[in-house]
Every structure is written in structure tokens, then in C-alpha cells.
């Protein structure tokens, strides 16, 4: 059984698809520049690869490039569409609304329309996409969503509430929702499953462009740091993370910014890029770090600093950690951050196995066996997450 996964931006749709039967991936792909003019990159498992020029003023001119790579190009996995037996969507923001994915109906679709107050940027453009398969591929073929928020609808009012007037909450759904849910979900089942303890106290960590972490409970999402958008908690490629809103007033009032400039400022200007002044890249700013330079010297330190204050604030949340895990771009490949990470976690009888930290690129457990806390390298698949709830609800 083959289930195509799809991830659809403004202007973008990454896809992967993949054989149930042992969780392969055939091929992945990206369509650029959609609504511009359109250029499809997309490589088969073995290597081969296929990339064209061709004209996307929509969605759905992008799927039919799909469906051409797919099925009849020189890279092609598939003789036809047909064999796919269902499409898996990742989906932003489904508010309170989605507690779990869900097939895709009208319904859904116009739920999702309604939470795209709070996510202008990623919920239409996930509405394109679906509206484009159903368009290119039928109603027929099964459709299911997979929030990006779902896995912490499991918070308590006490973590997901901001202390402003209540009616903010009460007219605008004002709170924290989190993001990375399916990343999350993903790495904290496994090391559940590794650390093989009922009650497990788990702290994931997501850390690449975006980075969050989520304190989960007995499998059950408590708390996590991003909030009502990606915004929020520690420093991020070019994210402020958590500060104090005034700065965000004074400066605005001082160098007379629009709101939308202070928004732009605090998500495509900061954090990282911002302090370093070097490259949201961690790799490029760790580089000018060790070629002598402050300020990106300041960055890594201050990311990391927030990094050990928001694990501290979990294990005191949850009353205890049985396990951490780190995932994601730097996450999985920062061995230096993750030693920094755990040396200020040694109060809890926390020890790394340094030459197990060294090593990049697959499952493993970095802790050493006597340590009082396991700590582990747990590469994430969001793709494969989408795929194994995309058969689940289609097999019901
Ligand atoms: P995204 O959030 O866009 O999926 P990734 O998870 O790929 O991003 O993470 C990108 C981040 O991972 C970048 O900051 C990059 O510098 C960092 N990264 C990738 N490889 C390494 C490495 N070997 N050492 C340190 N950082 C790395």
C-alpha cells in the first residue's frame, strides 16, 4: 500500500511517497516558485532524478508535474496514480478544534478556513493543497490532515493560558497552541517506548530553523514552548523566541514601525541572524564563533543557555525526567550543543557517553548506563508520522 505525502506552502509543495508495506520511501520531491512560474526537483529512492521547468500558475498544475515525475518520467516510481491508495496532508493550525488527524471532508476543510485567522501564512496555503488534490486527483482517493498543533491540545488551561484580560481568550482564541506537534509525537513514542516505563517523563527537543520543546507526560503532551504562533519560546534561526512584549512597544514607538514590521522584525530578523549578524545557519555562526567573533560567540551561547533554563522548567513541571531527546537539524547533528546542554543538567545524575555524542546520523542512546536520566539522538520523519496516521484512519 503506497500513501503520497504532502506538505503544501504559498508557493511551494514538498511530497514524499511512500510503501506502507515497509515504510520506504520511493521518491520525494519539491515544487518551487507555484503562482510565479514553477520548477519541479524530484528523486527516486535508487538515485534517479528528474527536474523540469514547467508552467504552475496553480496547485494544480504543480500536482499534475507530480503525477508526470511520478509515473512517466525517466526518474518515475509508479505506472500510475492509481496505485496510491491515499494522500496524507500535513496541516498546521487546528485549534481546538483537532485533537487528532483526521479524514479529510468538507466539513474539515471549512474548520480549517476558520482557524486561518490564526495562521495566515500556513493554513490557506495547506487549504491550496488539499483543494488541488481533490481537483487533480478526485474525491474519491482518501484524504487525511495531520495538525501540527493536535499533539498538545493535551495541555492544561493552566499551560496553554496567557495571563491577559480573559476575553481575549473568549472573542479571539487567544492562547498557546504549539507547533512541531507531529516531530514531537513522533520522537517522544519512541524514546516511550525505549525508556519502557509506564509514566514516562519525556522532554523532546526540535531544534533546526524552528525549535521547540515539549514536556510529555505518560505519552500526553503537558507543555511546550512555542505558543499562539511558532514565535514563541527559546531563540530560534531568526525567531526572538520569548521577551519581554515592551521591548516589542518601545522600539516599535521609537523607530515608528507598523505592527507588521515589528511582526516581520521579530520573525524573519532575530534571534540567531539577529544577534550574530552572521547567517541563521548554526553551522555558519558556530564557524565565525571559532574564527574569534563575538557576537556570534553570543548567539550559541544565549541559544543554548535558553535551551537548559526550558528543560530545567520541564523537569520541574513534570516533577522529574526520565529521558531527553534531541531531534531535528541541529538537534541530530550539534554534538557540541548537546554537551553543553547536558553538562548543566548534571544535578539531575545526568551523564553523556561523550564518544556516543559524536556520533551523527542515526537512533542512539547518548547516556551513559549508569546515568540517572537517558538521553538520546532520535532523528525525526514527520513524512513518516503523516503516512502511519494517514493508514491508520483509512484502515478504520
Ligand atoms: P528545518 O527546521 O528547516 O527542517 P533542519 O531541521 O534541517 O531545519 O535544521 C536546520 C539547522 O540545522 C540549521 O541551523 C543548520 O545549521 C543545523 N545543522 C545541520 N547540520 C548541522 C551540523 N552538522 N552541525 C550543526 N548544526 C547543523
Known amino acids: 500500500m503506497k500513501i503520497f505525502v504532502v506538505n503544501a506552502g504559498s508557493s511551494s509543495l514538498k511530497y514524499q511517497l511512500i510503501d506502507m508495506e515497509n515504510e520506504q520511501v520511493l521518491c520525494k520531491g519539491l515544487c518551487e516558485r507555484i503562482g510565479v512560474s514553477g520548477v519541479i526537483s524530484h528523486k527516486a529512492a535508487d538515485g534517479r532524478?528528474?527536474?523540469?521547468?514547467?508552467?504552475?500558475?496553480?496547485?494544480?498544475?504543480?500536482?499534475?508535474?507530480?503525477?508526470?515525475?511520478?509515473?512517466?518520467?525517466?526518474?518515475?516510481?509508479?505506472?500510475?496514480?492509481?496505485?496510491?491508495?491515499?494522500?496524507?496532508?500535513?496541516?498546521?493550525q487546528g485549534g481546538s478544534d483537532f485533537t487528532d488527524s483526521c479524514l479529510i471532508t468538507d466539513e474539515v476543510i471549512g474548520k480549517m478556513v476558520e482557524w486561518s485567522d490564526l495562521a495566515p501564512l500556513h493554513n490557506p496555503a495547506n487549504i491550496l493543497g488539499i483543494?488541488?488534490?481533490?481537483?487533480?486527483?478526485?474525491?474519491?482517493?482518501?484524504?487525511?490532515?495531520?495538525?501540527?498543533?493536535?499533539?498538545?491540545?493535551?495541555?492544561?488551561?493552566?499551560?496553554?493560558?496567557?495571563?491577559?484580560?480573559?476575553?481575549?481568550?473568549?472573542?479571539?482564541k487567544i492562547r498557546k497552541y504549539g507547533f512541531h506537534g507531529t516531530s514531537h509525537r513522533f520522537v517522544g513514542t519512541r524514546a516511550t517506548e525505549?525508556?519502557?516505563?509506564?509514566?514516562?517523563?519525556?522532554?523532546?527537543?526540535?531544534?533546526?530553523?524552528?525549535?521547540s520543546i515539549t514536556a510529555i507526560k505518560d505519552g500526553k503532551c503537558v507543555d511546550t514552548t512555542m505558543g499562539l504562533t511558532p514565535l514563541d519560546g527559546f531563540m530560534m534561526g531568526t525567531r526572538t523566541g520569548t521577551l519581554d512584549p515592551s521591548a516589542v512597544t518601545f522600539i516599535g514607538e521609537k523607530e515608528n514601525l507598523s505592527l507588521k514590521d515589528l511582526d516581520r522584525i521579530m520573525n524573519k530578523e532575530s534571534g540567531v541572524l539577529g544577534i550574530s549578524g552572521v547567517s541563521n545557519?548554526?553551522?555558519?555562526?558556530?564557524?565565525?564563533?571559532?574564527?574569534?567573533?563575538?557576537?556570534?560567540?553570543?548567539?550559541?551561547?544565549?541559544?543554548?543557555y535558553q535551551i537548559i533554563k526550558f528543560i530545567g522548567s520541564y523537569i520541574a513541571a513534570m516533577n522529574g525526567v526520565d529521558a531527553i531527546v534531541f531531534t531535528g537539524g541541529i538537534g541530530e547533528n550539534d554534538g557540541a550543543l548537546r554537551k553543553a546542554v547536558c553538562e548543566s543538567l548534571t544535578f539531575t545524575g545526568l551523564k553523556l557517553d561523550d564518544a556516543k555524542n559524536g556520533i551523527r546520523g542515526e537512533e542512539i542512546k547518548i547516556s551513559t548506563d549508569d546515568s540517572a536520566v537517558e538521553v538520546y539522538i532520535i532523528p525525526t520523519n514527520e513524512e513518516l508520522a503523516i503516512a502511519r496516521d494517514t493508514l491508520a484512519i483509512i484502515s478504520k
Open 49 to 92: 532524478t528528474y527536474n523540469a521547468e514547467t508552467a504552475m500558475p496553480t496547485h494544480s498544475e504543480a500536482f499534475e508535474a507530480v503525477v508526470y515525475a511520478l509515473t512517466k518520467s525517466d526518474a518515475k516510481v509508479i505506472d500510475s496514480f492509481d496505485e496510491v491508495t491515499a494522500i496524507g496532508h500535513r496541516a498546521v
Open 131 to 172: 483543494e488541488a488534490c481533490i481537483k487533480t486527483f478526485g474525491k474519491e482517493i482518501p484524504q487525511v490532515a495531520v495538525f501540527d498543533t493536535s499533539f498538545h491540545q493535551t495541555m492544561e488551561p493552566k499551560a496553554y493560558m496567557y495571563a491577559l484580560p480573559y476575553e481575549y481568550y473568549e472573542k479571539y
Open 194 to 211: 525505549l525508556v519502557g516505563k509506564k509514566d514516562s517523563k519525556i522532554i523532546t527537543c526540535h531544534l533546526g530553523n524552528g525549535c
Open 281 to 304: 545557519d548554526n553551522r555558519d555562526v558556530q564557524a565565525a564563533a571559532d574564527a574569534g567573533n563575538e557576537r556570534a560567540q553570543l548567539a550559541i551561547e544565549m541559544q543554548r
